[in-house]
């Protein structure tokens, strides 16, 4: 293997399907479920909700091409009280009844702790009505809970749904240096250790080049900072 000195370092996310949109009618169709199927196994009347009503309002907000503010507030303010009203009766089925988590399966009680804590954001995000909330370990998908939202920065599409991978390039080969579903600054991940010999470099080999790497070695203020990110194109060496 021949230029060992060199790296080249670049982040991607590797993209999962996720149902964002629908969030809150996924969780009300399978919660609602839940509910029905252990009314019948326990021979209890199914309690009332809006479902139907929410159901058909739902469906004639999707055939619309466009949705005002004010429209999208009311549908998801009608989908959290449905949800919110779900889970309460199912909560109540379980005090008046010992034993019901019996007749749950493992998918189903994971389904809903899951939707639970959906909700949970769902509701105190509704009702601090900041768009640009960022909210921690958010939901995205019920079927797949660990997938995050990646802000990419992209022009095309500013937020991708799936695990971030900060990929390392050396004399042609490829590494995976970091996989997470969670967020991270891939500029830090692959840092000089403490003892690394010499500082970091950019690997132009110009003597007049005026990246800021070049021109912090050449003013020698490089010597303590092992965190610098990698800024410029051509990557990051260390001088033999």
């Known amino acids: 293997m021949n230029d060992l000195d060199t790296m080249y370092t670049d982040a991607t996310c590797y993209e999962s399907e996720t149902t964002d949109p ?13 509910m029905c199927a252990l009314s019948a196994k326990l021979n209890l009347h199914r309690p009332r ?14 055939k619309q091409r466009r949705h005002t503010q004010v429209q999208t507030r ?23 009844n010992a034993g019901m988590e019996e007749l749950l399966t493992s998918r189903q009680k994971s389904d ?23 909210v921690k370990d958010r939901i995205v998908s019920i079927s797949k809970p660990y997938v995050r939202p990646i802000v990419r920065g992209k022009e095309v599409k500013s937020v991708e749904f799936g695990a971030k991978c900060n990929n390392i390039l050396v004399d042609g080969l490829s590494f995976i240096e970091k ?29 007049r080049c005026r990246c800021r ?28």
């Open 213 to 240: 790497l070049c021109r912090q070695h050449q003013q020698g203020i490089l010597q303590g900072e092992r965190d610098t990110e990698f800024v410029h194109e051509a990557g990051a060496v260390r001088p033999s």
């Open 74 to 96: 009311k549908l998801t303010r009608r989908l959290l009280n449905l949800l919110g009203k779900i889970l309460k009766e199912r909560r109540r089925m379980e005090r008046e």
């Open 179 to 207: 996989l997470s579903f969670n967020a991270f600054n891939e500029g830090t991940s692959a840092a000089l250790p403490e003892d690394a010999p010499g500082a970091l470099r950019c690997g132009c080999e110009e003597s």
């Open 22 to 34: 629908k969030l809150l009618s996924e969780g009300i169709e399978k919660a609602y479920v839940i």
């Open 112 to 134: 809903i702790e899951i939707i639970t804590r959906m909700y949970r954001q769902k509701k105190n995000h509704f009702e601090n009505d900041d768009p640009r909330e960022s």
């Open 49 to 62: 909700t809006k479902y139907l009503d929410v159901e058909k309002a739902n469906l004639s907000y999707r």
